[in-house]
């Protein structure tokens, strides 16, 4: 749902992943670690999603259909953007750097861990307790 916004959408995406896992179940190679395997193909099924989904949104549309579409899009709340923010801002500085490295300017691991100046190990330390931080003031 966080991802998506929206039951039925979310619905197809856990279902789609999850027939992806196991399609590729042989290719596990430690079960302790499933759920994030999940996950990983999950979030990896999410973003090929959005990747066709812009593709499509180059195809010129019926203005009805737009408008069919905009009155069906999930609305976020007006609060989240500041929400969002004020997380953010109390976040520890290390923390919040590797999060907008990676989450928001789309920097691999290993571009940001050079940017930082710290190992990869480190940076995805940060991560994980940045964005960990965030989920706890965010919800």
């Not at 759920?35 to 949104?57: G, M, P, Q, Y």
């Not at 259909?65 to 905009?70: G, P, Q, R, T, V």
């Not at 997380?87 to 861990?113: H, I, K, N, P």
């Amino acid at each position: 749902m966080r991802l998506t916004g929206d039951t039925a959408d979310a619905e197809d995406l856990v279902q789609e992943s999850l027939l992806k896992a196991l399609a590729a179940v042989d290719q596990l190679e430690d079960p302790s670690r499933a759920r994030s395997w999940v996950h990983t193909i999950l979030h990896n099924t999410f973003a090929s999603w959005c990747r066709r989904n812009a593709r499509r949104s180059l195809i010129p549309m019926d203005p009805a259909d737009l408008d069919a579409m905009e009155s069906r899009a999930p609305r976020p709340r007006p609060s989240m953007r500041f929400d969002l923010e004020r997380a953010m801002r109390g976040l520890d500085e290390t923390f919040r750097e590797a999060v907008m490295l990676c989450d928001v300017q789309g920097l691999s691991y290993q571009e940001a861990a050079t940017e930082m100046g710290c190992p990869i190990g480190t940076l995805m330390s940060r991560l994980h307790r940045g964005r960990h931080r965030l989920r706890e003031d965010l919800n």
